[in-house]
């Protein structure tokens, strides 16, 4: 997926290890495969070539879930949160020099979740559109491969892609597993979570970001203005799936520093945010498996 990625697992042996991570190697692998926007040959790119039909195109319930959560994350976030800003993302990814006016407003006129024809089973898209499921897909393998071990016996450990967690349960004797929150601006972590259950998800502008004359451009782009987001420099959020973790952390991140910690604030999840210079964190969750510790940044 694009991502380092990471499984820690107490098992009785170390085939039983092996096979635990078969289950989430396979499942990953399946996912990638399926909706990668990166792969002709995945599952996401036919269906860009079918759906922009007249009629559009029937999609398989795993499809439908997802995209039943990108319209809602597109309604929550008052159109910030847009699945079809493909485009704008493909045109800020590894710049050197900023694109041009014409340049992003050929990629915002093919943008917009209010152009999908969507009722839930059948989906079309103007010609030309392209959906960026990375908001979502990741979140929701880590929440599938724990699933799965939790299925197959496995009860205690996390899988990790790329900084989004899913914790299926704490250590043997109890213990919380501790979580470092990465200082976005240097080394180091800014915060810790101390997790027995659930998801714990981070959006950020420090792995993907471009630098251009000196100045950082976030890989999050708001797709109203076709320009990167700015005013959060990270964000952290626990939530009993990584999918909703992840939902509340990219929201908060696009919708800017102040509605965007607004949004984690009534959340009522744990959550942790920097904008660069300030730390922001609150211990009040409607989770007791999850708690909170923070320092101040350096």
Not at 60 to 72: F, G, H, P, Q
Not at 142 to 151: F, G, M, V, W, Y
Request: net charge negative; glycine share 10%.
């Amino acid at each position: 997926m694009g991502c380092p990625a990471e499984l820690c697992v107490y098992a009785p042996d170390h085939g039983s290890a092996r096979t635990a991570f078969t289950i989430v190697e396979r499942e990953c692998q399946r996912l990638d495969s399926k909706y990668s926007h990166y792969r002709a040959d995945s599952y996401l790119s036919e269906l860009l070539e079918t759906a922009a039909g007249t009629e559009g195109v029937r999609v398989d319930k795993e499809t439908a879930s997802l995209l039943n959560v990108a319209a809602t994350q597109f309604e929550e976030s008052r159109g910030q949160f847009d699945i079809t800003a493909g485009l704008l993302a493909a045109l800020w990814e590894r710049r050197t020099t900023l694109p041009g006016m014409e340049e992003l407003a050929s990629a915002k006129s093919l943008t917009g979740w209010h152009q999908v024809a969507w009722d839930g089973i059948r989906l079309r898209l103007p010609r030309g559109m392209s959906l960026d499921l990375g908001g979502i897909v990741k979140e929701y393998a880590a929440d599938r491969a724990a699933i799965l071990l939790r299925s197959d016996g496995f009860e205690s450990g996390y899988i990790d892609l790329g900084g989004d967690l899913y914790v299926m349960g704490p250590h043997p004797d109890g213990r919380p597993w501790k979580i470092g929150i990465r200082n976005p601006r240097g080394p180091g972590a800014l915060a810790s979570m101390e997790m027995h259950k659930g998801g714990l998800a981070t959006s950020g502008d420090y792995e993907r970001c471009s630098i251009i004359d000196g100045q950082r451009y976030s890989h999050l782009i708001n797709p109203l203005t076709g320009w990167p987001v700015a005013g959060l420099a990270s964000v952290s959020v626990a939530a009993p799936s990584c999918l909703l973790a992840g939902a509340m952390s990219t929201m908060a991140m696009l919708m800017g520093k102040v509605p965007g910690l607004q949004l984690v604030r009534s959340s009522g999840l744990a959550w942790f945010a920097h904008d660069g210079i300030h730390s922001y964190a609150c211990n009040d969750s409607n989770s007791s498996s999850v708690a909170v510790k923070w320092r101040s940044a350096t």
